[in-house]
């Protein structure tokens, strides 16, 4: 028997809890009375806003610009009038200016006029991902743009697009993958011509097999270049570092990107994105969006506007059926948690999750048990970093790879002594550049 | 809609459910069947010394534990100690011996260094070695294991075999394995074992201390019992092969290869099996060095460790003049188990030999 791919270094197999809204198709959210778009929906400079208060604005216009290299357009979802801009705390804690948008009570539809994108040049396709504000929708946001302008003297030997979703909970990309595969297959086609890639590949993971079956079906129908691979089950497998080392066995050397090892990784969702950019001239201003968790009363996934505030979307989903102890954005591992059910989503929400009361641990101290070096993907000591930091020690933690570390959450996870180890690397690093 | 009150922390949301209490009471439970063993085999007197050993233990941490705030006997650590400590006693010891090991073990070797997890050395090993050196007549006085105790000779009885052997070689009797030599000084095998011996062709005296009928420690005398217990925590994956199987099989290739020069009968003619089975390896090697305090956290530091182990016994064993192998290479590796950590790291993800040559070079 051929063995399954995977990441070989740590890992951890949390439940995937996928259960609550995988066989939900795609809703899309009755349009809010409110809308809060924020301008920093990207990694990188916030957007610089073109619009002032009292302005009205069609939906899919362009309301923000890139402000800087790594930045992105921000598209207004909606048309209607911009009651005001204000300050808004987004779930990650980053705080920028959004504009609270009032929609009007007709929305345009689209044009939705396709058009042939191979006959448009590589360079004229990156310039309208970068006009449509596309950025990476697995929840990095890195702008989609940036990725995709491979230097003259890099080579791409391999797109990889990412339909892992090794995230519990999560089910958006695999409704994508089940309800727009052949948008999405197309998008990565578009995307590999951009970039002049000359593999291209799909992983995903063993727990979605009817959306390995579909893609596969559709590639045949269509006759793509495009290899899907069925991946073991294994978090994080959807970080691209180990994603590569999955499907393309190359390993990303510290402080390197993909591009160094020939390759390029986008999300199966962006690949939607692009699809939707290029052929429909449609800007990034919705996404699809898991409303689940135990404490959901009826999870779903959501085809809601960028800005829609979270109590809109918990109200389209019937509420609480018990009270949550922690609302998160994003997946379970890497998410953030939040309180205010005001926030709005972004570009890269992923997930809204109302977890249940976790059982209360006592924490202890380090045991030196080893199933945090054993559990970290990068080969770091996760044990013995956090005792650098604690001890105040940040010169010693960053010359120990502290910067590698990507908050994974594989060694907190794992620990038997509760310690909060993600947490203390996100100190560390914050505290290790200050003293720098 | 009603606000819930929300707790924001730090992701990860979910976590696995070991936590510490939890791998400290497996150990323990790991430990039952080789305590039982031990209970059935030297009489109820064991069970008065493993429940003096462990009510110390928790005694001494309880007391220790309130100076500081909040008592830390939930966690289940004292606990495993007083049992460790009890299962490394002779049943015949007097009480006050197990007392003194169990509090030297949770006051000096722990406490003093910081409590749960900052101790340098095994806590009940430490308490074991202590009273063995304090008090060596009766720590190294044995009782015979009932299912022998009819046909055994009274000059036997205080000595374990691997400990009547090895007096044997010392005191000039040269060409015999140690089954030989216990053949030849009249140790009996129990029924069982020598119809086992007829079917497999192991000598009697293997399968004898593999069951665990031999005079010995409460606890570590059926290797059987603590390889059912080691193996239930590899499958709860509270351990991982890589310090036992190295530590054992370490023993047994030495033992193999060089054990027999001692006794004059040249190289590769030591006993493989019985090396493993004897004295307190098995249980030194799946309870004692896997201890996750004292030993390296890495799996190829716990490599390094479990070999060194092994070879530590291997010389105390065979060219040592005491006793005590298995708790002295213990101890020995634990006080390495640091400079191991500082120097055999994992790789770092997408290193490889190339790039660190280039990197060398670059800085030249």
């Not at chain 1, 990034?284 to 809109?312: F, H, Q």
């Not at chain 1, 907190?412 to 003293?435: D, E, Q």
Request: charged share 20%; with cysteine.
């Amino acid at each position: 028997m051929q063995k399954v791919p995977t990441f070989s270094k740590g890992g951890v197999h949390p439940d995937d809890k996928k259960v609550f809204s995988r066989s939900q198709s795609i809703e899309r959210l009755p349009m809010p009375g409110e809308l809060l778009v924020a301008l920093s929906q990207h990694l990188g400079a916030p957007a610089k806003a073109l619009k002032a208060k009292g302005d009205t604005v069609i939906r899919g216009e362009k309301i923000g610009e890139a402000a800087g290299f790594i930045s992105a357009d921000v598209h207004s979802p909606v048309s209607g009038t911009i009651k005001e801009i204000r300050k808004v705390t987004l779930a990650n804690s980053v705080v920028c200016d959004a504009y609270v948008i009032i929609p009007d009570e007709v929305q345009p539809e689209l044009s939705g006029n396709a058009e042939d994108w191979r006959s448009l040049s590589s360079s004229d396709l990156l310039a309208r991902i970068k006009d449509l504000g596309i950025v990476g929708m697995g929840g990095a946001t890195f702008p989609a743009h940036v990725k995709f302008s491979i230097p003259k003297d890099k080579k791409v030997e391999a797109f990889v697009v990412n339909g892992v979703e090794c995230e519990p909970y999560l089910t958006a990309d695999y409704r994508i993958m089940l309800e727009k595969g052949e948008e999405a297959l197309e998008g990565a086609m578009i995307g590999a011509k951009v970039i002049g890639a000359e593999r291209i590949i799909v992983g995903v993971e063993l727990n979605k097999p009817d959306a390995i079956e579909h893609l596969r079906n559709l590639i045949a129908q269509k006759g793509y270049p495009i290899e899907v691979m069925g991946l073991k089950m294994k978090y994080p497998q959807g970080d691209e570092k180990q994603l590569l080392k999955a499907t393309i066995n190359r390993e990303i050397p510290s402080g390197k990107l993909p591009l160094d090892v020939g390759a390029v990784v986008a999300n199966i969702g962006t690949c939607n994105a692009i699809y939707e950019a290029v052929v429909l001239g449609k800007s990034l201003y919705e996404r699809v969006i898991s409303v689940t968790g135990e404490c959901i009363a009826n999870p779903k996934n959501v085809l809601a506007p960028v800005g829609t505030k979270v109590s809109d979307l918990l109200a389209f989903c019937g509420g609480f059926k018990s009270e949550p102890e922690k609302l998160v954005s994003g997946g379970p591992m890497m998410g953030f948690s939040f309180f205010d059910v005001e926030t709005p989503i972004t570009k890269g929400s992923s997930g809204l999750l109302a977890l249940e009361p976790q059982k209360k641990v006592r924490q202890t101290a380090c045991l030196n048990c080893g199933r945090c070096v054993a559990a970290c993907p990068i080969g770091l000591m996760p044990a013995k970093l956090y005792r650098y930091i604690t001890h105040g020690e940040y010169e010693m933690a960053m010359q120990t790879s502290l910067m590698d570390c990507k908050e994974c959450g594989c060694c907190s996870f794992v620990c038997p002594a509760h310690l909060p180890l993600v947490h203390t690397m996100k100190t560390g690093k914050k505290l290790g550049r200050k003293k720098k | 809609m009603n606000k819930p009150a929300l707790t924001v922390s730090s992701s990860p949301h979910l976590h696995a459910k070991a936590d510490t209490a939890s791998i400290m009471w497996s150990v323990s439970l790991a430990l039952a069947p080789a305590s039982l063993w031990g209970i059935y085999v030297f009489g109820l007197r064991s069970l008065l010394v493993l429940g003096v050993s462990i009510l110390s233990a928790m005694l001494v941490e309880y007391l220790l534990g309130n100076l500081g705030k909040e008592s830390t006997l939930w966690d289940g650590s004292a606990f495993l100690t007083g049992l460790l400590v009890g299962m490394n006693m002779s049943p015949s010891v007097p009480l006050f011996i197990p007392f003194l090991a169990s509090a030297f073990a949770i006051f000096v070797a722990k406490w003093t260094f910081g409590g749960l997890g900052a101790n340098w050395a095994n806590p009940a090993l430490a308490g074991r070695v202590f009273v063995f050196f304090s008090f060596t007549t009766p720590m190294s006085t044995y009782v015979r294991p009932r299912t022998l105790a009819a046909a055994m000779p009274d000059a036997l009885a205080s000595a374990t075999p691997l400990g009547f052997a090895k007096t044997a070689i010392a005191g000039g009797t040269l060409g015999m394995d140690s089954n030989a030599l216990l053949s030849s000084a009249g140790y009996p095998a129990t029924g069982l074992a020598q119809s086992i011996s007829q079917a497999t062709g192991f000598s009697a005296y293997t399968i004898d201390s593999f069951l665990g009928n031999v005079a010995g420690c409460i606890g570590e005398v059926s290797a059987l019992a603590l390889l059912i217990g080691g193996l239930y925590l590899l499958a709860r994956k509270i351990i991982t092969w890589h310090i036992p199987a190295t530590y054992l099989l370490s023993v047994a290739v030495l033992t193999w290869v060089f054990g027999g020069l001692p006794s004059g009968r040249g190289a590769f003619t030591g006993s493989f099996f019985p090396s493993m089975f004897s004295g307190g390896l098995m249980l030194g090697a799946l309870f004692m060095a896997t201890d996750y305090v004292t030993s390296p956290i890495s799996h190829k530091g716990q490599i390094v460790y479990g070999v060194g182990c092994g070879f530590f016994t291997f010389l105390f064993r065979y060219f040592g003049s005491m006793p005590e192998a298995v708790s002295v290479s213990i101890l020995l590796m634990n006080v390495l188990t640091p400079t191991i950590d500082r120097y055999i790291v994992p790789r770092k993800f997408g290193d490889t030999r190339e790039l660190r040559k280039k990197q060398k070079e670059a800085k030249v």
